[in-house]
């Protein structure tokens, strides 16, 4: 591609794009006429993030500069390589708004939980008046280790003699519609397919099963890319993964995705090969991709990957299946042991905020054990204690061991899926910007944006947390810079009168997520002509703003060059146009091209081919070195010995 088409696509000018490619590393060289076709799309592909990255760079080189505040009122703090948006707040002590508006004006829109670099943490700092200091290396990799390594490191520092062996713990991954959910349905034997809206799982649960006496516990995540998010975050609390593979269908983008979340997790896994009473199933061509694309080599082709055919809406292949998840486990048998005896420690699964009982919390106990009435920690902090507990029947239990889920009642605000709860002593949490009950709120921050983006604004009112993140996650995933998604609010619980008075102020829709709109407020709604959508499938949902994003996005025209003909006779003048005899000397010449005339390097006119002939015969295409009549429609100053230029406009619908 020619550097100077590339700039004009970027919207900078060709020596901007030389000086500044060197500085996000690609370096064409300052005297680059045209650069490698793969390398432009690459560099177009990415020029928003990278021209972000380069602003970060030099801002950063800004902040450089003696500072206006004096260094004693400067408030210093020492971060890693990496902190999420929410850690970040909580140690420069700022509302979590407070950041997300300032990442906002630096055009990086993250979520509470999302991760920022050291770079990017020590601009916003900047801004904020806190010098924010890199740690030495070796604090970085000591404090990342305890973090990563927080329950292995409980578990190991326990008396070896109290250690006991603990149910193996399962999460079911794959590409949506390949039967996830019905293969735990067909290995619990119980209905939770037809409960589902749409056949997929709409929230992360856990279940348990019993098989040749020995208890196996299974970790259900969503199987659509939306929700990616709670799908790593199951994985980081497993111990084998199944990834499930539809024998009729093959390897798919979420089945790449799902096995680079469980490769990243580093732990071992097994094929389920599903769908195989289908009779276009080809087991053999689904584990030649499964070779090809993901690098898996089934057992039976001298690989090391068990790959188990099965059909689960049939019932075939599933003891096996487990059975080789029991083999699987045994392998592991060293990992996995636990103390019951100490108190608990595990991990949040599921958050929401239930109307009757308040926040409620599913939680995968992984160490001790949890009884009612313990006190549960989060970072220090006080979540509330464990007033009720019950298992994944909904049964009242009186505690729960290793590898056990079960959902907690009587917490004083819902935590985020992901965090780590322990059974202790910590100090009572401080209730600033956090509203708890059933419409609990998540502050929105207010971004300096590009008036002229294409916006639609929308409200998301969701059941649970988990949910309401996974559809703000790929709201800003199908974000543009052209065209955005702009989340106004998010909250969970039913919709309320100030979400409608929200939304007429802003002219945003409320997107309403397996939650209910009282009557009264669906006839305010109606008053106020505020457009309330209801959905139980998430990727509905997401499909359908992307298709208003996409009715909102302007054609772009492009210019494409045709020929160019030398004019060598003129037959007739009229008014507004002329019959024109030339050859074609470049190029090809089309019907209903559009038409440039040429004196010299001189441009005289701009008219339209109306009609086009070549031995009298009309004709759609005329090449190089034939001649050719015309009609030109136009201003009629042709002469003899000008060149037309020939083009065509094309509208190019940028695709979100």
């Not at 100090?427 to 639609?456: C, L, R």
Request: glycine fraction near 8%; proline fraction near 3%.
């Amino acid at each position: 591609m020619n550097v100077t088409e590339l700039a004009r696509i970027l919207k900078i000018t060709p020596q901007e794009l030389r000086d500044k490619l060197p500085l996000l590393g690609f370096d064409i060289g300052q005297k680059a006429i045209k650069i490698d076709q793969k390398v432009a799309q690459k560099i177009i592909k990415e020029w928003g993030f990278l021209k972000r990255k380069l602003d970060l760079q030099k801002r950063h080189e800004l902040r450089k500069e003696p500072s206006a505040i004096k260094p004693e009122e400067k408030k210093e703090v020492e971060i890693g390589q990496i902190i999420t948006v929410r850690d970040f707040a909580d140690l420069v002590n700022l509302p979590v708004s407070k950041i997300l508006a300032e990442l906002m004006k630096n055009s990086i829109f993250a979520s509470l939980n999302e991760r920022i670099d050291f770079e990017t943490a020590s601009i916003i700092g900047a801004d904020l008046g806190v010098e924010v200091k890199m740690k030495s290396l070796e604090e970085e990799v000591n404090k990342g280790e305890a973090e990563e390594n927080k329950l292995k490191k409980i578990i190991s520092g326990e008396d070896e003699k109290k250690l006991t062996a603990r149910p193996p713990v399962i999460v079911v991954m794959g590409h949506v519609d390949h039967g996830k959910t019905r293969l735990l349905d067909a290995i619990r034997s119980t209905n939770v397919l037809a409960g589902e809206a749409g056949g997929i799982t709409q929230h992360i649960g856990a279940y348990q099963i019993k098989r040749k006496d020995r208890i196996i516990t299974f970790i259900d995540t969503p199987g659509h890319e939306a929700f990616t998010a709670m799908r790593s975050r199951g994985a980081k609390v497993a111990d084998i993964a199944i990834l499930v593979v539809a024998a009729d269908d093959g390897v798919k983008p979420q089945t790449v995705e799902a096995h680079s979340i469980i490769k990243a997790a580093n732990i071992p896994y097994l094929v389920a090969i599903n769908k195989i009473d289908k009779a276009e199933a080809d087991i053999n061509k689904t584990k030649q991709e499964l070779s090809n694309q993901l690098g898996i080599i089934p057992e039976d082709w001298g690989g090391k990957t068990i790959t188990a055919p099965i059909s689960a809406k049939d019932g075939i292949g599933i003891e096996d299946l487990l059975d080789m998840v029991l083999l699987t486990a045994d392998l592991e048998e060293g990992n996995l042991r636990a103390n019951s005896e100490t108190n608990a420690v595990g991990t949040v699964i599921e958050s929401h905020i239930s109307k009757g009982e308040g926040p409620v919390a599913t939680i995968l106990v992984q160490n001790g054990t949890l009884k009612v009435g313990d006190q549960l920690v989060y970072n220090n902090q006080i979540f509330g204690k464990a007033r009720a507990l019950r298992n994944y029947l909904n049964e009242n239990i009186s505690e729960v061991r290793p590898s056990t889920p079960a959902k907690i009642l009587g917490l004083k605000i819902a935590p985020q899926v992901g965090d780590i709860l322990e059974v202790g002593k910590g100090e009572k949490i401080k209730f600033k910007n956090i509203k708890t009950g059933s419409g609990q709120n998540f502050e929105t921050a207010v971004e300096n944006e590009d008036p002229n983006m294409q916006k639609v604004n929308v409200i998301i009112k969701a059941d649970v947390l988990g949910s309401a993140e996974a559809i703000e996650e790929s709201l800003l995933k199908i974000n543009t810079s052209y065209v955005k998604a702009k989340i106004i609010h998010r909250g969970l619980g039913n919709i309320s009168d100030g979400d409608v008075t929200r939304a007429e102020a802003t002219g945003a829709k409320i997107l309403a997520f397996n939650v209910k709109t009282p009557p009264n407020i669906e006839e305010a709604a109606r008053t106020k002509n505020v457009i309330i959508k209801n959905y139980s499938i998430i990727y509905d949902l997401i499909n359908d703003i992307k298709e208003e994003m996409q009715s909102l996005v302007v054609p772009e025209i492009k210019r494409v060059e045709l020929g160019k003909l030398k004019v060598l006779a003129i037959f007739k003048t009229e008014k507004k146009s002329q019959i024109i005899g030339g050859k074609v000397v470049e190029g090809i010449i089309e019907a209903e091209s559009n038409i440039e005339v040429f004196r010299g390097e001189e441009i005289l006119a701009q008219g339209k081919l109306a009609q086009l002939q070549a031995g009298k015969l009309a004709v759609t295409r005329v090449e190089t070195d034939q001649e050719c009549g015309l009609l030109y429609e136009g201003d009629p100053v042709v002469q003899v010995g000008d060149i037309l230029v020939f083009y065509k406009e094309e509208k190019i619908i940028k695709k979100i």
